[in-house]
Structures are given as C-alpha cells and as structure tokens.
C-alpha cells in the first residue's frame, strides 16, 4: 500500500507577540498533521493559540508577531511535480504567488473581513481564478456561477452583480466558502466560521462544508471552540490549551477515551454534546495562564483538579495511548496513580455513544444544507 503523505506538517513551531510589557508566548511548540481529505478540528478555549497557529500557517500573522521556532511542510503539485516547501521560509511574494488561496484557503468568523463591500461577488469570485488559475474572464463567469450554485446560492448569475451588503449573513459566508473553493486548494482552513451566524444558518453552513468536503476531497483545518461541532465534522482533533497541543487523537479517541483532565473540563462544559438541555453543566475553574509570563510545569495545573505535585514542577511530556491518540499529562505515566474520569462525565459519554449509534443507525442528517 502507498504511504500516506500528510499535505500538511507542522512541527515544534513557537510563536510569541512583542508586546509594551514583553512577550507574550502564544504559541508554544505545536505539532500537527493534516493528511488529504482529512478534516482536522482545533479546540481549546479563548486565547488557547487557535487562530495564531493557522494564521502562522497562511503567513499572515500580526505585525509583532515574531516565530520563534518551527517548520510547517506543506506538500503539493507544481507543473505536475510534487513539492514539499516549509512556509515559513517562503516570502511574502512566493506565498502570495504560489500558495494563498490558490492552495490553501481560509474562512473566517466574520464574512464581512474577507468581502470587500466595494466590488461586486462576481468580481471578487472571478479574481483570484484570473490571477492564479489564468482563466479568461468569460471561463472564470461560467466557473463563478457554478460555484454559487455549488455552495447553494439560487440566481447565481444575478447575484454575481449583487455588493456584499445585498446578502444575508449566511449567503455572505457561502459566497466567502466559494471563493475559497475557487482555485481548487489542497486545504482549507476555517477559523470559527459558523460563529457571528444565527443558529439555524450556522447548522447549514457547517453541513454545506462537510458536504464539500466530502465532495471535494480536500483537507479542512476547522478552528472552534464548541465540541459539539467537532463530533460532527472531525476525524481528528487537537485539544489546544496555554499555546500547546495537550491531546491528539482520533474524533473517537477524544470523545469516547479522554485521558487529559483540560479535555475531560471541555467534555464536561460543552452544553451541546448530548443535546440535554436540563443537564446541569461543569465550569473550568479558574482561568487560562497569562502567557506573557514564564510558565512552570503543566500550564493546566493550578486549574486541575487531578494535579500531582510533579506537574507544578515539570512539563508532561507527550504520553503515547494508541499509534494515533496522545496526552500530556503525567497522569499518563506508569507510576502515576490510577485516576479515572469523573463519574458524570462518564455517564454524558455514554449517552453520548447511544446518540452516535441511533444517528448511524438512522443516518439522520442534522440540519439540512437548504
Ligand atoms: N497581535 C497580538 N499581540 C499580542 N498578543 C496577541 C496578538 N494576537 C494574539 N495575541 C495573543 O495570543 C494568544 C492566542 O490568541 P489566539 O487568537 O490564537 O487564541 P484562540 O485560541 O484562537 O482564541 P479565540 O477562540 O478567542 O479566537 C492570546 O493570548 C492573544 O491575546
């Protein structure tokens, strides 16, 4: 059998912000792997480095942004030959030129920061396929009205003349999500994109990206912080917290077999894992560590509850569960003592695996994509 490739590789990247009173430590030491037609969930709460790893990975970090270490392989074809270049070293030219919406493509919270409310949709559909794909502007209309209908826009050849205020919020968003399709990438990469939309809309734009992803068979990176969303859309998912990965695994290894306490407090605070609205839901206590400061050991241990006295000392390392699943904390290691999951979570958990067996069973899609 071929080896499997992964289309994206990042490894041991470190990204931190001068700010007027020092640094800030974002992101500190992340590894990640996206493998074709794969989508890749990134969950953590606010300020968990998210957004800063992906916007590393299209180079359009903040100004004070400064790397302070790391490569991110990213693979692809160029002129029918495989390349493997790591991001960080392209300049700003050659990734505006040769990957920036051309293979890899974003999607943002807010529609309104990737239109430009003063061009039309169909100008701002045809652009990039002109720029990057050198079609005519006649073959580039007939592909711009495709994708609309694609991304389910009725009227396309209408709404091609239409400005971005002319739309409702999720017809904005389907438009954005066509224009990043428009080029063919190889990954695509959603930072909340369902988030600023009213609930119905964002159930539909979350299943017109599955669709398409399913469709199209490319790699999604999809950043949320609503775990219900992940077990929805992820094959895999990194749970981010205090700038680093502390578990990777399978969706199943997450949701069914947990092992780090952070990812335990998100199963137990997510109000729509299991759809109960009258269970009473955990809080985190406590609140994330202020990166601008060195952080000693597991940065989760003042909040954890299962703290031993080592993590206040030492950082976990990475703890291998399975070939696929890992943890770091020091729960993991063999002379640790024997702790289990709490007891509610537990419980939420099965529940949580009758709804994916009757959801199978059924093949009951949620929300539809009209
Ligand atoms: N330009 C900047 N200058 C200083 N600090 C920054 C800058 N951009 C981001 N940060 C900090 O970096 C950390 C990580 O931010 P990031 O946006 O990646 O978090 P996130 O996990 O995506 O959160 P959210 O879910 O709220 O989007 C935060 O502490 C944030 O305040």
């Known amino acids: 059998m071929e080896k499997r490739e992964p289309v994206l590789s990042m490894r041991d990247l470190a990204v931190s912000f001068q700010a007027s009173f020092g640094k800030i430590r974002a992101v500190r030491g992340v590894n990640m792997d996206v493998y074709p037609g794969e989508t890749v969930a990134i969950v953590g709460e606010s300020g968990s480095g998210k957004s800063v790893s992906v916007k590393t990975i299209m180079g359009i970090t903040a100004p004070n942004a400064v790397i302070e270490s790391g490569t991110i392989k990213f693979r692809f074809k160029e002129n029918g030959k495989e390349q493997v270049v790591d991001l960080l070293k392209l300049s700003k030219k050659e990734m505006q030129h040769r990957i920036k919406g051309k293979r890899i493509a974003m999607v943002f919270q807010d529609p309104m920061t990737s239109l430009d409310p003063t061009m039309t949709i169909g100008r701002q559909l045809t652009e990039g396929m002109r720029y990057h794909l050198h079609l005519s502007q006649a073959d580039a209309d007939k592909r711009a009205e495709e994708l609309l209908e694609m991304v389910g826009i009725e009227s396309p050849k209408e709404r091609m003349k239409n400005y971005p205020h002319q739309l409702s919020g999720g017809m904005r968003q389907r438009v954005v999500i066509a224009i990043a399709l428009s080029c063919n990438p190889d990954l695509l990469i959603c930072d909340e994109p369902t988030t600023a939309l009213d609930v119905t809309i964002q159930a539909r734009i979350l299943q017109l990206i599955l669709n398409l992803q399913k469709k199209l068979g490319i790699a999604v990176i999809f950043i949320t912080h609503n775990l219900g969303v992940v077990a929805k859309i992820a094959d895999y998912v990194n749970v981010m917290y205090a700038g680093k990965v502390v578990e990777t695994g399978k969706a199943e290894d997450i949701f069914f077999d947990p092992r780090h306490p952070y990812t335990w407090g998100l199963l137990s605070s997510m109000p729509d894992l299991t759809g109960d609205k009258k269970e009473r839901l955990y809080t985190i206590p406590g609140n994330p560590p202020n990166l601008a400061n060195e952080v000693k050991g597991d940065a989760f241990a003042v909040r954890n509850p299962y703290a031993l006295n080592i993590d206040f000392e030492e950082e976990p390392p ?9 943890a770091a904390t020091w729960l993991l290691h063999p ?29 009951g899609a949620y929300g539809t994509d009209e």
């Open 335 to 363: 002379d640790a003592p024997k702790v289990e999951m709490p007891q509610t979570l537990k419980k939420r958990i099965e529940q949580l695996r009758r709804e994916e067996k009757r959801y199978a069973e059924t093949e």
């Open 318 to 326: 990475m703890f291998e569960i399975n070939e696929h699943h890992q």
